[in-house]
């Protein structure tokens, strides 16, 4: 090998650069000296039994600092040994999860003796002195007959192990420490030889590099008071090449600016003479464009009067059909009610009505009745149940959906029964005139009315007529002719329900 720099060797074989330092980071050990956190072990001190790093190493207390007592340590060797020894670990913590399975076992399994005797000698090993002493004691295995089968049992175990492939795999890791230490060996033998050669070279480069350098002043003199002389001709020439540049600038410049000059006054005559035309155009065409915006705007006038008028009979429809309300699916008690016209009334409504919602058509879900009945202020509902009679309530206030249940007062609030012809006002408990919960379609007063989810398939519905509206002469709250009165039963189904949004 040749030096090419400080601590930089070239190998003759192959061509290639190598750097001592970044050979020494390659062989880093992932141990990190006792004493120097920062520093990664490289030796083993023979004396001391201790792994230095390179500080503790030049100022280990042993006798001997050399080769004989600090030995180097190689991540190569290192990492090749814990491999080789790793399956003996493996193959000894097999064997005492083994014993350690029997032990666990031991109630509950059945052994033989010469089983056990073989099983408490193979434990012996991985005892402490104490605690063999203590088996000593147990088993007397200081007794001729038990020793005798002691030995039995070692001689048994003995050829196991000989005939065994980790007995194999031991005499190979012996033969494989072997070949390592005798390549540590030739390894050490290498790198002082190349510590001889790089020593060598280095000085051989040092004294080539001096060579140099002075070859090197000298050719800058040289090359120095050459280029001066040439930077004094070449600053002449520069400047009369300069001078000559310039008047040539200048004579083009000239030249140009004359032809600017006339192709600006072309340009100006044909900007002048197409403005002049584009006038003309736009003239034109602007008092064609207000004949036809006239003509448009006469046309537009036409179309909205037309359609003011067809609005105005729409509108004139509507309120006739507002006025004249479509026949109730609970007949004629209902129609009587919604007919503005008949004086004879059970109750008279403060305006028109019109239909939000009908169960039989949107559905007997309490979900239903909210999406078309929350917050259309005054209502009138038409209940029909199974046993024919038609009741229900008037409210001035919007229904609603909260999270809870909430009670209302409402002192324009009433239930009636038309079948009866039976009109009921509050009386008592007025704080809770209007029941809003999201759970029922539509609750009046502490238990009145109370219309349940799926009121057409269940009898969960209830009439309690009494808790907040009066209840007919002839009876009294909580009775059961008051709890019959509005509905025919106090649970009930329902087979027809209209809600009406009242006008004010």
């Known amino acids: 090998m040749s030096m090419k720099a400080i601590n930089t060797y ?3 074989g192959c061509n290639l650069f190598y750097n001592l330092d970044n050979l020494d980071k390659l062989n880093t050990i992932n141990i ?7 520093k990664m072990i490289k030796t083993y001190c023979k004396t001391n039994k201790q792994l230095l790093c390179k500080i503790c190493s030049a100022n280990c207390s042993c006798s001997n600092q050399g080769e004989m007592n600090h030995q180097s340590i190689f991540r190569k060797t290192l990492e090749d040994y814990i491999q080789l020894i790793i399956p003996s670990l493996q193959n000894e913590l097999e064997m005492i999860q083994v014993l350690l399975k029997n032990l666990q076992q031991y109630q509950d399994k059945i052994f033989g003796a010469t089983q056990f005797i073989k099983m408490m000698t193979q434990m012996r090993k991985y005892l402490s002195s104490e605690q063999s002493l203590e088996m000593n004691k147990l088993f007397n295995f200081e007794n001729n007959q038990i020793q005798f089968q002691h030995s039995e049992l070692q ?5 196991q192990i000989l005939n065994s492939k980790q007995n194999q795999e031991d005499i190979k890791i012996i033969e494989l420490e072997k070949q390592v230490a005798d390549l540590q060996n030739q390894l050490k033998e290498a790198q002082d030889q190349l510590l001889i050669q790089a020593k060598t070279y280095q000085d051989k480069f040092d004294s080539i590099s001096k060579r140099n350098k002075d070859k090197f002043d000298t050719l800058t003199l040289d090359y120095k008071t050459n280029l001066d002389s040439l930077s004094n001709d070449n600053q002449v020439k520069l400047d009369a090449q300069s001078k000559q540049h310039q008047a040539m600038l200048n004579i083009q410049l000239q030249e140009n600016q004359a032809k600017l000059n006339d192709q600006q006054v072309e340009f100006q005559l044909q900007l002048e003479n197409t403005q002049k035309e584009s006038h003309e155009k736009l003239a034109l065409l602007t ?16 179309l909205l009067y037309s359609q003011t008028q067809e609005t105005q009979k729409l509108k004139n429809h509507a309120k006739q059909l507002e006025e004249q309300p479509q026949p109730s699916a609970l007949g004629s008690l209902v129609d009587n009610i919604l007919n503005r016209n008949n004086l004879s009334r059970l109750f008279q409504l403060t305006g028109p009505t019109i239909l939000l919602y009908r169960a039989t058509r949107d559905g007997f879900k309490a979900q239903d009745f909210h999406s078309s009945c929350d917050n259309k202020g005054p209502t009138i509902s038409f209940i029909k149940s199974q046993h024919n009679q038609i009741f229900g309530g008037y409210t001035s206030l919007s229904w609603m959906s909260p999270n809870s249940v909430a009670f209302h007062k409402d002192n324009d609030s009433f239930l009636f029964n038309l079948t009866k012809n039976t009109m009921h006002k509050q009386y008592q408990k007025i704080d809770y005139g209007i029941k809003h919960d999201k759970n029922y379609l539509m609750a009046f007063g502490y238990g009145d009315i109370m219309i349940s989810y799926d009121c057409d398939i269940n009898s969960q519905s209830v009439c309690d007529l009494g808790g907040t509206y009066m209840p007919p002469k002839d009876a009294t709250y909580l009775q059961l002719s008051a709890r019959n009165h509005l509905s025919g039963s106090y649970n009930y189904k329902v087979t027809e329900i209209e809600v009406y949004q009242v006008l004010v």
């Open 10 to 12: 070239i190998c003759k």
């Open 287 to 302: 008092k064609e464009n207000e004949m036809k915006l006239e003509s448009m705007q006469k046309q537009i006038q036409a």
């Open 32 to 38: 990190i000296c006792d004493n120097h956190p920062e």
């Open 155 to 159: 001689k048994h175990e003995t050829i």
